[in-house]
């Protein structure tokens, strides 16, 4: 059963073939060749008609309505059964469910808005799903479903299963890996398994299975939760990350032009105030992470609620990194909140991802891009905090070793390690493009701290690093079933039969077309690019922070450009392109700021004459 858009295409009946006993004729949904080609732009390859061959031999469907025809079309536009409605006397309905093993049946379109009109169109449609179930043939399965429901603002959609095997409880399948939520892609494929047919290896969605027993009230108090949690979503999540933006620039020139001047004494109180600050903002995304660890969706004014939580953790973060026993290292207090970030982030997708669900930096489920692991808007800030970390980590055991590298190096790659398995692994995070944005960024922040010579031609093979690991990732979940089901391992079964051209000019498209999203997303390479630059030629600016820290701290260097060269690589390895840097942006600055202002400076460099230190003549040392 279904509801339906109100905007469907036309069904016509052949007129020149008598109707079966149960009223139904045959039928043609004639825009359905229009429908093909018009989709072709978004490179889905869908299987057109596919549901209808879960008819099984002899291709009896019977579709009621024209939502229906439309769900039972083969490819052409055929439909094998179709009655425009249904039999107003219940044995006639009977004799209709029971004509074909497959039925699909329009129950109407319910209006988007709330009101008289919507209350008698639930009414009706309620009424007559009372009557289908009563007149089903034992045995039957019936799903309930709304994949075309209109609602404005647009919100979660009901999908209920009741027959064999769906006696109680919420529904569960591998596309979300979060149990009661299903996707509109999981209902094909769970048709063809319930009627014994062979789902293609390339179709998206998977089986729609039962997760456990449940008590009532708190099963629909925790679906309305997440619906309550995606309204959130998409009503603040625009407004957070200007307010966000607008407090990076606050602390980056604000604090600038309060305590502006040379003298050594405004210089030191320009750069504490810059680190506190820095340190502090950057531990917002962890702390809106940790404010789903209460239920703030059930509580009155939930947004006020996510937000007030997400200070309070930030508040938390930041006072820990500040005060801690690691105050005065200079990469202290920002490794700090660098390495709560990604043990919250990856611990949590290791866990379920339970943290993710509904927060700014997290997953939407209206969006439904993702379900599980790390999201787009989160990835960049994910993989820059991963370098940090490591690189805080690193740089500790190497002063506390008296200068012993190998210790630093395993402190490094532990860091490493977790941060590309929680991130990558299948059960886990199944990202793509944070794998092969932060395997090359590890490795060669490992290679400086080992003092390997890092050269253009071993730069050149390192970038291909991170592809070569999701590539063995996704070969193990293909061949592995009990890897569990990914889009990384779908990936490697088209690739292997030779079906991945669709799919990555799907993701190729997407990368491409983040660059339009908004007005802010074409500014973003132009600021990506001029850090890169200020980093690598610091003189062409007049920016004599970057090479001073660089000359006070060693590893300053290379940590700052890899936390750069991570974000860019997220840019074109992930379909969300732009969206990876752009997010990073509001941590990597106050991150960056502070790392740079944690540096002592005496005071004859920081009076300001003095030689000059270049970015690239640091860079040479290190390597």
């Known amino acids: 059963m279904l509801f339906r858009s109100p905007a469907l295409p036309a069904v016509t009946v052949n007129s020149g073939t008598a109707a079966s006993s149960a009223g139904t004729s045959p039928a043609e949904v004639a825009a359905m060749p229009s429908l093909t080609r018009f989709n072709q732009q978004f490179h889905t390859s869908p299987q057109w008609g596919l549901l209808a061959s879960a008819a099984g031999a002899g291709n009896c469907s019977t579709a009621v309505g024209p939502g229906a025809a439309l769900a039972l079309a083969n490819s052409s536009g055929q439909v094998s059964g179709y009655r425009p409605a249904l039999p107003a006397m219940p044995s006639a309905e009977s004799r209709l469910l029971a004509r074909c093993p497959l039925t699909v049946v329009d129950l109407g379109a319910l209006p988007g808005q709330e009101g008289a009109a919507r209350t008698a169109a639930v009414r009706h449609a309620d009424a007559e799903l009372a009557t289908i179930t009563a007149t089903l043939p034992a045995g039957t399965t019936l799903m309930v479903t709304a994949p075309g429901a209109v609602a404005n603002p647009p919100h979660l959609q009901v999908v209920a299963v009741s ?19 299903v996707v509109l892609t999981d209902l094909t494929p769970t048709v063809l398994g319930w009627r014994g047919q062979a789902v293609p290896a390339d179709v998206v969605g998977s089986q729609i299975t ?5 008590a009532t009230a708190p099963a629909v108090r925790g679906l309305t939760g997440q619906d309550t949690q995606a309204q959130v979503w998409t009503s603040t999540h625009t407004i957070f990350f200007w307010t966000f933006a607008l407090l990076d620039a606050f602390a980056c020139i604000g604090i600038g032009l309060v305590w502006w001047g040379a003298q050594p004494s405004r210089r030191r109180a320009r750069s504490t105030r810059w680190r506190i600050a820095g340190t502090v903002l950057a531990g917002v995304p962890a702390g809106s992470f940790l404010a789903n660890l209460l239920p703030w969706w059930e509580w009155a004014h939930p947004a006020l609620w996510l937000y007030g939580l997400t200070l309070v953790w930030t508040a938390v973060i930041g006072a820990v990194a500040l005060a801690g026993p690691w105050r005065r290292d200079p990469f202290g207090p920002p490794g700090a909140v660098a ?7 990856g611990i949590d997708v290791i866990t379920g991802s339970r943290l993710q669900m509904g927060t700014p930096f997290g997953l939407s489920v209206l969006e439904a891009g993702r379900f599980y692991g790390i999201g787009g808007e989160a990835v960049g800030l994910y993989a820059v905090c991963g370098i940090l970390a490591a690189a805080w980590v690193g740089n500790t055991v190497l002063r506390r070793t008296d200068g012993r590298r190998a210790g630093s190096v395993l402190a490094t790659l532990a860091v490493a390690v977790f941060a590309v398995v929680a991130c990558g692994w299948p059960q ?54 009990a890897t569990g089901h990914s889009d990384i391992g779908v990936f490697a079964g088209n690739l292997l039969h030779g079906r991945a051209g669709g799919l990555l000019t799907r993701k190729v498209t997407s990368m491409l077309g983040s660059l339009a999203v908004n007005t802010y997303s074409p500014v973003v390479p132009v600021v990506v690019i001029l850090i890169g630059l200020v980093l690598l030629k610091p003189g062409w600016f007049r920016v004599r922070a970057v090479p001073l820290a660089y000359a006070g701290e060693p590893l300053m260097a290379i940590t700052l450009a890899m936390m750069w060269l991570v974000a860019v690589l997220g840019w074109f390895a992930d379909d969300s392109g732009i969206i990876v840097p752009a997010t990073a942006l509001p941590l990597a600055l106050p991150i960056g700021i502070a790392l740079l202002a944690g540096v002592p400076l005496s005071d004859e460099t920081a009076a300001g004459p003095g030689p000059a230190v270049t970015g690239s003549s640091v860079a040479g040392r290190i390597g």
């Open 210 to 214: 039962r997760a456990g027993r449940r």
């Open 163 to 181: 027959g064999p095997g769906y006696r109680t409880g919420l529904l569960d399948a591998e596309s979300t890996r979060q149990p009661g939520m």
């Open 339 to 345: 390495a709560v970030t990604v043990g919250v982030i």
């Open 428 to 481: 886990f995070g199944g990202k793509v493009g944070g794998t092969i944005a932060m395997v090359p960024g590890f490795i060669l922040l490992i290679m400086a701290l080992a003092r390997v010579r890092i050269t253009v031609r071993r730069v050149i093979v390192i970038l291909g690093s991170g592809l070569a690991l999701f590539l063995v990732f996704a070969l193990i979940n293909y061949l592995v079933p």
